[in-house]
């Protein structure tokens, strides 16, 4: 699985982003797909995943602000950002992981997109 990820850029605080991953390769075995960021000098975290199901899950962080839709003709996972605040200010991933578990670790995804940088400024 190819994961190709863009939409990132600058916003001022309050402002919007929506950001786009497009998969390929085996995408049918995918369970899930996530979006991840890791912020300046800090560990990867975990943003928004959306199962197979259509089911989501969201960091406490982004709840009410950020939401994770896809569009399973066109193999794309978005993660629209809303009200954005300067902590949201990271490089943010798209991932993909086969194996049923846990959505919120990195470490259970298989796949990595190549990072989009959001930066917001106050």
């Known amino acids: 699985v190819q994961l190709q990820a863009s939409g990132g850029g600058s916003v001022q605080a309050g402002g919007s982003l929506r950001l786009s991953c497009v998969a390929s390769?085996?995408?049918?075995?995918?369970?899930?797909l996530g979006w991840f960021r890791q912020p300046p000098g800090k560990e990867r975290e975990f943003v928004a995943a959306?199962?197979?199901?259509?089911?989501?899950s969201y960091a406490d962080s982004v709840k009410g602000r950020f939401t994770i839709s896809r569009d399973n003709a066109k193999n794309t996972v978005y993660l629209e950002m809303n009200s954005l605040k300067p902590e949201d200010t990271a490089v943010y991933y798209c991932s993909a992981r086969t194996i049923i578990g846990v959505v919120t670790t990195p470490s259970g995804y298989d796949y990595w997109g190549q990072g989009t940088q959001v930066t917001v400024s106050s």
């Open positions: 959306i199962r197979k199901s259509g089911t989501t």
């Open positions: 390769g085996r995408t049918p075995n995918v369970y899930a």
